[in-house]
T-cell receptor, first 114, second 109 residues
């Protein structure tokens, strides 16, 4: 089945450690996105990519890094520079960023830093 | 830049109709989306408007007025399973969806 897979669903890390969240899609979508959601809040954009080997910062990119070496994959690294990393992270994809097509979401990764 | 506002919480009873409003300010506007999100789950797409007017999909309808920067999501014949957060999101050409903070709808019997 086509879709977006995020792994793992739950992730625990010690403070000061970098952690990489996986996002894979087999929908042949060009654009991919990372959002962060805190309790009772909407989604805030971290990074997005419209094409392989290119990506742009969103509203809250500080303390995060991404790569887009393959069309299917858009991993997000939460670095030790991110001051408050505990959150629900959602990855999404859409056919083309410029068009008015909806984004499809993965099931999310809940990251807890202790 | 973009700015999206929607009410934080709403309550309604089963079988009723509820309207969730959203106002936005988006340069290079390229569409308004509504998503539904149940607690702890991923958002799922409900509707998309890019032209003024009403789009109807079963029990859900969405309206857009571009001149007023205003949209609403109308839910009819409410069911308990409609208890969720409803996210309004605007699209700026060439970028990603930008979301409001969401409206938590509680449906009671």
């Amino acid at each position: 089945d086509g879709g977006i897979t995020q792994s793992p669903k739950y992730l625990f890390r010690k403070e000061g450690q970098n952690v990489t969240l996986s996002c894979e899609q087999n929908l042949n979508h060009d654009a991919m996105y990372w959002y962060r959601q805190d309790p009772g809040q909407g989604l805030r954009l971290i990074y997005y990519s419209q094409i392989v080997n290119d990506f742009q910062k969103g509203d809250i990119a500080e303390g995060y890094s991404v790569s887009r070496e393959k069309k299917e994959s858009f991993p997000l690294t939460v670095t030790s520079a991110q001051k408050n990393p505990t959150a629900f992270y959602l990855c999404a994809s859409s056919p083309i960023a410029r068009s008015g097509t909806e984004a499809f979401f993965g099931q999310g990764t809940r990251l807890t830093v202790v | 830049g973009q700015n999206i506002d929607q009410p934080t919480e709403m309550t309604a009873t089963e079988g009723a109709i509820v309207q969730i409003n959203c106002t936005y300010q988006t340069s290079g506007f390229n569409g308004l989306f509504w998503y539904q999100q149940h607690a702890g789950e991923a958002p799922t797409f409900l509707s998309y408007n890019v032209l003024d007017g009403l789009e109807e999909k079963g029990r859900f309808s969405s309206f857009l007025s571009r001149s007023k920067g205003y949209s609403y999501l109308l839910l009819k014949e409410l069911q308990m399973k409609d208890s969720a957060s409803y996210l309004c999101a605007s699209k700026q050409a060439g970028t990603a969806l930008i979301f409001g903070k969401g409206t938590t709808l509680s449906v009671s019997s």
